[in-house]
């Protein structure tokens, strides 16, 4: 049985997908465990795909898969978790902002709680820092389970991560709603302290898009707190 899926929405990552796979099969090689990787690549404009199809002979565990149409992340991410085999899955980011070492932490503390979650070291600008904070405690107040980031790359149950997928909704935050549910539904975590190495690029965090969907995200989670207790 494959213990861990590793799962990676690509779009235009031709440049770091190597390193971001090198990271990930090192860190389980390191481990011990069965794992896959299956990347979605979101339609890349770039030859993304390409490339991936170019390596995919140096990755037995890799698995490749291409939407014909941009999906977005939330969507991309969904796709990867239903095409795995793993018991659980591990989000990961197409940029290689974490490293083998980060990755091996992760797995390492899953084989004694459900649910691993990411306290990173926020290097990023200070309005995105003070939004991150924000959007956080919003969702420690509704959800009433108190973290440092509702907005991690978990590691967790994959079945369970598919339950708890919020139907229907595409966007930012669909991480928010899986982890406070996954808290709610009182399964054991761990929060592991990494320096995630953000892009540096210009970022659309603040949108009306965006801001609809933390709304609607709070919504998902307060209704899930009053109606599963």
Known sequence: MIYISILIASYNSEKKILSTLKSASLACKKEKVNYEIVVVDDCSSDQTFFYLEKISKKFKNLKIFK???NLGFSYSILKAARLAKGYKIKILHASNIESSKDIQNYLEKSKNFEVIL???????KLF???LSFLCSRCFSIV????????NSSILCNRKSF?????KNFK?????????????LSKRTFAEVRVLQKHPK???KALSFVNLYCFFYALMI?????IFNK
């Open 67 to 69: 939407n014909k149409t």
């Open 118 to 124: 990411t306290d990173f070291i926020d290097k990023r």
């Open 128 to 130: 995105r820092k003070i």
């Open 143 to 150: 959800s009433g389970k108190y973290i440092k980031y509702f």
């Open 162 to 166: 598919l339950k708890f997928f919020p």
């Open 171 to 183: 966007g930012n935050f669909f991480l928010s709603v899986i982890i406070s549910k996954l808290l």
């Open 201 to 203: 690029t210009g970022s």
């Open 221 to 225: 989670v307060f209704m899930f707190r």
